[in-house]
């Protein structure tokens, strides 16, 4: 069992900027690839960004320069720098990861990016 708990979010301006972060329950040293995704509302859930533990990493193309996704083994917490937000970047913000075969979800965290 993996439990995902994110923080960070909250309402910012166009332009600005947020830092989210995920706290796993257990060591993510064993866990490869963690993500985030995000759900705007009559949309489905995408995927953001992921990274490997030997952190390479992958941007969907609409954050791609501005966001930047990392991950703190020690700490097992992985992050999402959001930098340059737009409005179209608002929506719920989910943690991800797989283990043991099964896939884990954190309880979100919004992102409202005002214009």
């Known amino acids: 069992q993996v439990q995902l708990v994110e923080s960070g979010g909250g309402l910012v301006q166009a332009g600005g900027s947020l830092r989210l972060s995920c706290a796993a329950s257990?060591?993510?040293?064993?866990?490869?690839?963690m993500a985030w995704y995000r759900q705007a509302p009559g949309k489905q859930r995408e995927l953001v960004a992921q990274?490997?533990?030997?952190?390479?990493?992958y941007y969907e193309d609409s954050v791609k320069g501005r966001f930047t996704i990392s991950r703190d083994n020690a700490k097992n917490t992985m992050y999402l720098q959001m930098n340059s937000l737009k409005p179209e970047d608002t929506a719920v913000y989910y943690c991800?990861?797989?283990?043991?075969?099964?896939?884990?979800w954190g309880q979100g965290t919004q992102v409202t990016v005002s214009s």
């Open positions: 991800n990861c797989i283990a043991n075969f099964n896939t884990y």
């Open positions: 990274i490997t533990n030997s952190g390479t990493t």
């Open positions: 257990r060591f993510i040293l064993a866990i490869n690839v």
